[in-house]
């Protein structure tokens, strides 16, 4: 009887250990399945910028569109975009033996005077010709030497400045017209931006001012000097246009670039600043997620001046918030979280 009660007890308490250890190992898997992958980021107070923005277009400091002068065929494009040239340097070639560019024609009669000139040299040197017959022979020879680098500058299509190839507009076999443009030879050193003001914000602009410009196109940003400020607004757009001359040492942007241009209004002292893209609408509250103790905590917030990309908040953050920049969408009150990424934002 003793044995059987025994064994009773023994069979009991691994059955209990059983259920324990199956009730646990639910648990573990239930808080697994429901932790949730987020990033974070711990929140600093710094010093903000708010900005105006506007949008302009770059172009080289120095820059030349050549156009053709002749409605002729494309016979070669000696140069890529992005290609840095010398100052009298080929980008395109035209089909000399076209009918409006009297190339060759105008080459037989140069090379023909040319060498009537050089004989007369010789022989004037020799005393066999007069000085009269001399002169002649080399006006004669300048003037047709003229014509010929006239015709030849409209077939070679040079350019005048040295810089970048920023764009070629035209493909060989191409039948171009007078005017048509060719080619864009840019400076990059420098990049020149224009936009437009409208007119009670331009009183905030002023030659000397600093300005900074971002793009889609590229990850960073440079800093220029506004140069000129309109004194009298475009007729058609009612906007004044300011142009700034921007610093493009690192080579980052290039003419033709589309660009935001941004300009300081404000400057914020000690002020915490998040991400627009963390922001929730929950019950018509701005919301924000952060953790306290590895769960989700919602937080209603105040919001205050928008910068780049970023929003003030004036209350319901402070330094040192675990601030959660994704996943927040998945998130709830109190559910445990999995920080896959974690950053601190830089004093």
Known sequence: MRHRTLTISIVLTITALLIAGCAQEEQQQEQTVQSIAVKVLVLQERDREVLATYTGSLEGERQ???????????DSIWVDEGRTVTAGQVIVSLDKTGPSTSYSETRATFLNTEKTYRKMEFLYKEGAVSELDFDAARTSFEVSRAAFEAVNRLVEVQTPIAGVVTSVDVNPGDQVHVGQALATVATTRNLRVRFGVNANDVVEFRAGSQVRISSDAVAGTANGTIVTVASSANPIS?????????????GMFAPGMFVRVHIVKERLGRVIAIPRQTLLELDNKKTVYTIVDGKAQPRVVTLGADLLGEVVVTSGLKSGDTLITLGQNYVEDGVPTNIT??????L
Do not use: H, P, S
């Not at 009612?238 to 690192?250: C, G, P, T």
């Not at 990424?341 to 830089?346: A, G, M, S, T």
């Open 238 to 250: 009612r906007a004044f246009e300011v142009e700034a001359l921007i610093d493009n040492a690192a």
């Open 64 to 74: 030349a569109v050549l156009y053709a002068k002749l409605a002729e065929t494309v």
């Open 341 to 346: 990424e974690l950053n601190e934002q830089v």
